[in-house]
């Protein structure tokens, strides 16, 4: 059989084995007590028998004896009254003397204690009780003495009757309250794996670092929990050789990079420098880009960091703006008219808006302006007017490497890819619109601050 | 003037020291920290450019002694390393900029201009571009050396932007420089004084414009 939980598994176990135990100790006490009824009914039908035996009279008739009750007792044993019933027998086991009206033994059997089933003029009735042998002038005589224990004045089997409801008040509940603790103690017992489950579930690209407490931890669970977070911590170690790859390879590169753009910059043939050093400068931008992606991975935003768009934005007007007017290019800044707090990483938001604007410029066509537009509720928008971004195309263009047009020079293809990255980490969505009559608006809604929480 | 190259890329150290000669500067080249120290020892520098991986050791060792030697020798770093922690730690550590490779050729020589003279201002404070020079200290403009005058404000916002030719210039820090404090200004102030200098430079065949950036400042740049 198959279980859900261990929970339910133990519960369910433990009441069966609560219910085996409740049924076989009801049976062996009911075994017991009806031992404890059968010496005890015994013991006082023996005493009742002898003390009849004395009630026996000798009525000498001819030669036989004859024996007769003391007529005070006759009430007790009538058949009208159907309690006890009673018969002497003579060595030869015929009845002698009877209280049924038909003269018959009570009992078949001559056994100490036994059972019998009596015809009276009341009807058939069960009976329980002795033979006990006499000894009157020199003969054996058997005095059997019965009881029909269903009458109603005995109180014997009432005893049974209640005893066993008592055990059943008694042992139900008894069973319910150990229920009870099972559930408590096991809910206690299972408390560490549900922190364990919680803390399992936070570990992510984000928080490699996390691992599971030992602490509270059921020793029988410690060398499972040791062994995830020996998974883990491999799986961290994999994960930052692999994320630490390309930022080694990317730096690797600038060395040689820079020798060979020294190189070209040393070369006399001014012709030859000119086409030359925009390749090796597209190569320190793409390396640049695969760096910063890098970066922005393993980076994360606190939920106490704070920034202001208006401080953000001016700086990278004043970084690109010089280099779009030699592209016969301008960048306009709307809204800055005073700072606009939201949450976030400077730095992060900086390089997220650079690479937007960059991205623009590389599309606007000559003499138009980039506009960068900034509004209170935490939204950086950035109008072009090129010739847009077709909507079967705005998702993808969050892609690594990919680009509308691969000739385009310039586009290391992973701008936008650390934008998406950046606004993942800031919980920023980025929104792609149509500019009117043409080009593209690209916005960042971040999470605007109250001015008063951010002094 | 005497510059120390601590490089242990052999042909990146050597196409440095190329250019660097060739613009006048007697350069001393050592691949490692322990060279760098002999040479730190028996030569006086008026500069020095380092790069951060050398085979002994961190390039920043060699910052961290120089100052603790209460040196104020002008310090560039030149390195692979580009992370926004990696450039805090390198201004922090002591040196007075910090560079990432590949590099213009131009841009190191601009950098470690600006931070030798931070340390030697000059007596006279030359500011040039294109065809117009202009002296700080005497407040003298030369077009194509012919000395042209100004009123005041304008050559005061000129002053600005040629301080920082090449980038913006917000209008909050032209606002500053040209009126005192508290002064109520109209919202079209400086759009005045920039049109007007606009007309005096053009009249007087001054080869540079005065860039808008709509929303920020403006920005001096050569003319086409």
Same mark, same amino acid.
């Given at each position: 059989?198959?279980?859900?939980?261990?929970?339910?598994?133990?519960?369910?176990?433990?009441?069966?084995?609560?219910?085996?135990?409740?049924?076989?100790?009801?049976?062996?006490?009911?075994?017991?007590?009806?031992?404890?009824?059968?010496? %005890?009914?015994?013991?006082?039908?023996?005493?009742?028998?002898?003390?009849?035996?004395?009630?026996?009279?000798?009525?000498?008739?001819?030669?036989?004896?004859?024996?007769?009750?003391?007529?005070?007792?006759?009430?007790?044993?009538?058949?009208?009254?159907?309690?006890?019933?009673?018969?002497?027998?003579?060595?030869?086991?015929?009845?002698?003397?009877?209280?049924?009206?038909?003269?018959?033994?009570?009992?078949?059997?001559?056994?100490?204690?036994?059972?019998?089933?009596?015809?009276?003029?009341?009807?058939?009735?069960?009976?329980?009780?002795?033979?006990?042998?006499?000894?009157?002038?020199?003969?054996?005589?058997?005095?059997?003495?019965?009881?029909?224990?269903?009458?109603?004045?005995?109180?014997?089997?009432?005893?049974?009757?209640?005893?066993?409801?008592?055990?059943?008040?008694?042992?139900?509940?008894?069973?319910?309250?150990?229920?009870?603790?099972?559930?408590?103690?096991?809910?206690?017992?299972?408390?560490?794996?549900?922190?364990?489950?919680?803390?399992?579930?936070?570990?992510?690209?984000?928080?490699?670092?996390?691992?599971?407490?030992?602490?509270?931890?059921?020793?029988?669970?410690?060398?499972?929990?040791?062994?995830?977070?020996?998974?883990?911590?491999?799986?961290?170690?994999?994960?930052?050789?692999?994320?630490?790859?390309?930022?080694?390879?990317?730096?690797?590169?600038?060395?040689?990079?820079?020798?060979?753009?020294?190189?070209?910059?040393?070369?006399?043939?001014?012709?030859?420098?000119?086409?030359?050093?925009?390749?090796?400068?597209?190569?320190?931008?793409?390396?640049?880009?695969?760096?910063?992606?890098?970066?922005?991975?393993?980076?994360?935003?606190?939920?106490?960091?704070?920034?202001?768009?208006?401080?953000?934005?001016?700086?990278?007007?004043?970084?690109?703006?010089?280099?779009?007017?030699?592209?016969?290019?301008?960048?306009?800044?709307?809204?800055?008219?005073?700072?606009?707090?939201?949450?976030?990483?400077?730095?992060?938001?900086?390089?997220?808006?650079?690479?937007?604007?960059?991205?623009?410029?590389?599309?606007?066509?000559?003499?138009?302006?980039?506009?960068?537009?900034?509004?209170?509720?935490?939204?950086?928008?950035?109008?072009?007017?090129?010739?847009?971004?077709?909507?079967?195309?705005?998702?993808?263009?969050?892609?690594?490497?990919?680009?509308?047009?691969?000739?385009?020079?310039?586009?290391?293809?992973?701008? %936008?890819?650390?934008?998406?990255?950046?606004?993942?980490?800031?919980?920023?969505?980025?929104?792609?619109?149509?500019?009117?009559?043409?080009?593209?608006?690209?916005?960042?809604?971040?999470?605007?601050?109250?001015?008063?929480?951010?002094? | 003037?005497?510059?120390?190259?601590?490089?242990?890329?052999?042909? #990146?150290?050597? +196409?440095?020291?190329?250019?660097?000669?060739?613009?006048?500067? #007697?350069?001393?080249?050592?691949?490692?920290? +322990?060279?760098?120290?002999?040479?730190?020892?028996?030569?006086?520098?008026?500069?020095?450019?380092?790069?951060?991986?050398?085979?002994?050791?961190?390039?920043?060792? #060699?910052?961290?002694?120089?100052?603790?030697?209460?040196?104020?020798?002008?310090? #560039?770093?030149?390195?692979?390393?580009?992370?926004?922690?990696?450039?805090?730690?390198?201004?922090?550590?002591?040196?007075?900029?910090?560079?990432?490779?590949p590099f213009a050729m131009e841009e190191l020589v601009a950098r470690l201009d600006v931070i030798v003279r931070r340390l030697n201002p000059p007596s006279e404070i030359i500011l040039s571009l294109n065809n117009v020079q202009f002296n700080a200290t005497h407040r003298q403009l030369l077009v194509d050396s012919r000395t042209v005058s100004l009123p005041v404000r304008e050559m005061d916002l000129l002053e600005s932007l040629l301080r920082r030719k090449g980038r913006v210039v917000p209008k909050e820090a032209i606002e500053e420089r040209l009126f005192e404090e508290g002064r109520e200004l109209g919202s079209n102030a400086i759009e005045v004084y920039v049109h007007r200098l606009r007309k005096h430079l053009a009249e007087c065949g001054a080869q540079i414009e005065i860039h808008t950036i709509r929303g920020v400042g403006y920005c001096l740049k050569e003319q086409e």
């Open positions: 059989m198959k279980f859900r939980s261990l929970l339910h598994r133990v519960i369910l176990s433990h009441s069966f084995m609560l219910a085996l135990a409740a049924l076989i100790m009801t049976v062996a006490l009911n075994l017991f007590l009806h031992q404890v009824f059968i010496s %005890l009914h015994a013991a006082t039908l023996g005493k009742q028998a002898e003390a009849l035996a004395l009630f026996l009279a000798d009525e000498d008739t001819t030669s036989q004896k004859r024996l007769k009750i003391s007529a005070s007792l006759e009430d007790l044993y009538s058949e009208e009254y159907g309690r006890y019933f009673y018969a002497v027998l003579d060595d030869k086991g015929q009845p002698v003397l009877s209280s049924l009206s038909n003269g018959k033994p009570i009992f078949n059997s001559l056994n100490a204690y036994t059972k019998g089933s009596l015809e009276t003029s009341a009807g058939a009735v069960d009976v329980e009780g002795v033979n006990v042998p006499i000894e009157r002038g020199g003969q054996i005589y058997t005095i059997q003495l019965g009881e029909n224990l269903s009458h109603r004045d005995v109180f014997f089997d009432d005893v049974m009757k209640v005893f066993s409801v008592v055990i059943f008040w008694v042992v139900i509940p008894l069973i319910l309250i150990v229920l009870g603790f099972d559930l408590l103690i096991f809910r206690e017992a299972l408390a560490p794996l549900r922190d364990a489950s919680r803390e399992a579930e936070e570990i992510s690209e984000r928080n490699l670092a996390g691992r599971i407490s030992r602490q509270r931890m059921p020793a029988e669970v410690v060398p499972l929990v040791d062994a995830a977070n020996r998974a883990f911590e491999r799986l961290e170690t994999a994960y930052r050789a692999q994320q630490t790859f390309s930022s080694d390879a990317a730096h690797e590169l600038r060395t040689p990079l820079a020798v060979l753009r020294i190189q070209i910059e040393n070369l006399t043939d001014t012709s030859q420098r000119a086409k030359l050093l925009p390749s090796v400068d597209h190569m320190a931008h793409m390396i640049e880009q695969l760096l910063h992606l890098a970066e922005v991975e393993t980076l994360s935003v606190a939920a106490d960091d704070v920034a202001d768009l208006r401080d953000v934005a001016l700086s990278v007007v004043a970084l690109l703006a010089p280099l779009a007017i030699d592209r016969h290019r301008e960048i306009e800044l709307q809204g800055a008219e005073k700072s606009i707090f939201v949450h976030g990483r400077r730095e992060l938001l900086f390089r997220a808006l650079r690479n937007l604007v960059e991205n623009a410029l590389r599309y606007a066509p000559e003499r138009s302006a980039v506009i960068i537009r900034l509004a209170q509720d935490g939204t950086v928008s950035v109008l072009d007017t090129g010739p847009g971004i077709p909507d079967d195309h705005r998702e993808q263009i969050f892609n690594r490497f990919w680009r509308h047009d691969r000739n385009k020079s310039g586009s290391s293809g992973l701008g %936008l890819a650390i934008v998406k990255r950046i606004a993942d980490l800031h919980d920023a969505k980025i929104e792609i619109a149509d500019n009117l009559p043409h080009g593209t608006i690209a916005s960042l809604h971040l999470k605007p601050i109250e001015q008063s929480s951010a002094s | 003037m005497r510059i120390l190259l601590v490089e242990d890329n052999e042909e #990146l150290a050597m +196409e440095l020291r190329k250019s660097l000669v060739s613009l006048g500067h #007697l350069t001393s080249w050592a691949s490692t920290i +322990e060279e760098a120290r002999k040479e730190l020892a028996s030569t006086q520098f008026e500069a020095a450019i380092l790069d951060l991986g050398l085979p002994d050791g961190d390039g920043y060792e #060699l910052v961290r002694e120089v100052r603790a030697a209460k040196s104020d020798l002008p310090l #560039l770093i030149l390195t692979a390393r580009s992370t926004v922690q990696d450039r805090v730690t390198g201004l922090k550590s002591g040196a007075d900029d910090y560079l990432t490779k």
